[in-house]
């Protein structure tokens, strides 16, 4: 009898100390930024997720992102731009990943130097 109560009470203290699962995100879009705004259709600006729980959050400030994308398993991307080419338009260098549990992981693009034409990452970045 003594060996459940202690397995009940470790069950019981290992819960408390996981804490209530995380909200999974289900939805991102881009908060546009007028300053980075130009006269074709892509959105670059600030990040904001919503999650399944019905909250939502905005991830970044610098306004700067664009192609954001959630996959079936709540992983959030999103590309950053660096600078523009010739003809005004963002140059992506910048993959990022937010993970479950909250860590953010960048992936540069072209890391030996070598670009695309447009500059451009692909516009699908993760599995629908």
């Not at 919503?50 to 994308?69: L, Y």
Request: charged share 25%; aromatic share 8%.
């Amino acid at each position: 009898m003594k060996r459940h109560g202690l397995k009940l009470l470790f069950v019981l203290t290992a819960t408390a100390i996981a804490g209530p699962p995380a909200a999974v995100p289900k939805s991102v879009t881009i908060i546009d930024v007028p300053r980075e705004r130009r006269d074709y259709e892509t959105h670059i600006g600030n990040i904001k997720v919503r999650f399944a729980d019905g909250h939502s959050e905005i991830w970044t400030s610098v306004g700067r992102c664009m192609d954001a994308q959630v996959s079936r398993t709540g992983l959030v991307a999103w590309t950053r731009f660096s600078d523009r080419n010739d003809y005004q338009e963002p140059v992506n260098r910048t993959l990022r990943v937010r993970f479950l549990d909250g860590p953010v992981k960048d992936f540069e693009a072209y890391p030996n130097g070598r670009s695309s034409r447009s500059g451009r990452l692909p516009t699908t970045i993760l599995p629908s």
